[in-house]
């Protein structure tokens, strides 16, 4: 892959955090492959469930920064690696965690789909 092909998978990767922030399900649906995985601190999620989560406000994606972020590729999938501080509503409750979050993105055709996306909380000092 090229440098160019790197930077709009970065660019998707910004705008999903987006569109989970302002809980754009329809621009998510079209992004999260239909046998997508979601991996959270206390649960595993289909596209369907994490959608619902989305929608429902069970998780409110409030803010979130990317601190780093990188792409590799093997064949047609890229996995990206964000370091990023979430503030995050949570059953009511505002949290700020600092995570690295995986996303596996699958090109089908010249479209990339999200197939996974896990969280992996950072220890902090």
């Not at 469930?49 to 093997?74: M, N, P, T």
């Amino acid at each position: 892959m090229n440098a160019n092909t790197e930077q709009q998978l970065l660019e998707l990767s910004r705008q999903k955090w987006g569109w989970m922030s302002d809980r754009d399900l329809d621009a998510l649906f079209s992004l999260f492959h239909e046998k997508a995985v979601f991996v959270h601190m206390g649960a595993t999620m289909s596209r369907d469930e994490e959608l619902e989560v989305i929608r429902s406000g069970a998780i409110h994606y409030k803010d979130i920064d990317i601190q780093e972020a990188s792409v590799r590729f093997i064949d047609s999938t890229a996995i990206l690696l964000n370091r990023i501080q979430l503030v995050a509503v949570v059953g009511g409750n505002e949290v700020t965690n600092p995570f690295v979050v995986t996303e596996v993105y699958v090109r089908q055709g010249d479209v990339w789909t999200l197939a996974s996306l896990s969280f992996t909380r950072l220890l902090t000092a």
